[in-house]
């Protein structure tokens, strides 16, 4: 006799027992081991299976049957619909617990390192209005315009961002009021902007307009971007983030890694007699260049190329600090191979994935040990979180 196909479990009622990397609430249920988007520590709910893969499901909340104690009404009218941020149905300090055990349990599992330390968090003075860059997103065909939808490329209406500083928010609002669809050639157009907190940079490969550079100021110093350039996010906290990354780092040589448009390269051109910075977007060393003369350092040496070919085509002198800010992706293997060999005294990690931090911890741990690690929440309202982490040369 053929036996029926088992069904397939549509819906479970899973109670979430933490946060982990990816912002996802982890529990466990009918012998899954299940992750939900949009939960909070704490909760009894009630989800839909969204993807399955073996014993691992991945799933959206159906229904809240038991809330989270920490557990709090969005601020924003677009939570779980807009694919940008997932921690809003959590309270500020729950947040903040939450983007620290993420690192904990990145370097734990990701990074085999047993970290005993304490991982302070540097909070945000503003949970929401901090945000200097934005990437909108128009539909020209359904005429549509604000950022995509959660799980795909769809656009939808945004009419306002609470996360966004007031000059994007103005200039989110106007691009409503004023855009002309038709104009337009391509059906889904891409839209950068960043705002030092006045003045207002936009790039798209649609608008002829030109594109404005602003001027930033922290830690004494200026720098030049524009909306095409990386610049940090969050408008209360590059200060902070430049004392936690360069603080007592001093010596003859330097060596600032993945350097955008200088934001580290200027103050450690102060604290070391030479530094050499590189970068592989060319537009963003233009600018650091730029800066660097404006600050009229002179003691630095740039190079416009990717970090791996840079340590592949150049023999380095004994090198005493070196500061990494990587993309989301991480440092690439022959980038940690290179540190490895150069053997710097000091080194400031600088990353805003931590799962991909601990992956490269696990090999510079081979020859260095942990002085310290620090979260930054440079980014309220998302399971995003900066860290700081400084190590010394094992003795």
């Known amino acids: 006799m053929t036996q029926k196909p088992k069904k397939e479990i549509k819906t479970l009622d899973v109670k979430i027992e933490k946060i982990v990397p990816g912002g996802y609430g982890l529990g466990f249920a009918d012998g899954l081991t299940v992750f939900v988007s949009l939960a909070s520590a704490g909760d009894v709910l009630r989800v839909r299976i969204r993807e399955k893969k073996g014993k691992v499901a991945f799933c959206e909340i159906v229904e809240i049957l038991e809330p989270s104690s920490a557990r709090q009404m969005p601020p924003c009218s677009y939570f779980g619909r807009c694919g940008g941020c997932d921690f809003q149905q959590m309270n500020y300090a729950e947040q903040l617990s939450a983007k ?76 409503r009021e004023k855009l002309n669809y038709d104009e337009f050639l391509a059906e889904k157009v891409e839209i950068e902007t960043a705002t030092n907190g006045a003045d207002v940079s936009v790039y798209s490969d649609e608008i002829i307009e030109p594109t404005d550079e602003i001027i930033f100021e922290a830690a004494g110093e200026k720098y030049r971007f524009d909306a095409r350039s990386f610049f940090q996010g969050n408008l209360f906290l590059v200060d902070e983030l430049i004392r936690l990354a360069t603080d007592g780092a001093e010596g003859e040589r330097a060596l600032d890694l993945f350097c955008g448009v200088g934001l580290f390269t200027l103050p450690l051109a102060r604290k070391f007699k030479s530094v050499i910075a590189v970068e592989a977007n060319g537009r963003a060393v233009e600018f650091a260049r730029r800066n660097a003369e404006n600050a009229r350092l002179s003691n630095v040496n740039f190079h416009a190329e990717a970090v791996g070919e840079f340590f592949q085509e150049n023999e380095l002198e004994k090198t005493d600090f070196v500061l990494l800010d990587p993309p989301r992706a991480g440092a690439e293997r022959e980038t940690i191979d290179a540190l490895l060999v150069l053997k710097p005294s000091r080194i400031s990690y600088v990353s805003c994935d931590p799962s991909t931090l601990a992956r490269d911890l696990r090999r510079l741990t081979e020859s260095y040990e942990i002085e310290s690690v620090t979260a930054v929440d440079l980014f309220p309202q998302t399971h995003h979180v900066e860290t700081v982490v400084r190590l010394a040369l094992k003795k």
Not at 123 to 128: D, F, H
Not at 130 to 154: I, M, P, T, V
Not at 158 to 173: D, H, N
């Open 100 to 175: 620290v055990e993420i690192i904990r349990d990145s370097l734990q599992r990701i990074g085999k390192i047993d970290y005993q330390g304490e991982i302070p968090i540097v909070a945000s003075p503003s949970e929401l209005n901090y945000r200097l860059r934005a990437q909108w997103h128009a539909d020209s065909r359904k005429r549509k315009f604000g950022y995509f939808k959660r799980f795909s490329n769809e656009v939808i209406d945004v009419e306002y961002c609470p996360i966004l500083a007031p000059p994007l928010r103005k200039t989110l609002r106007n691009f």
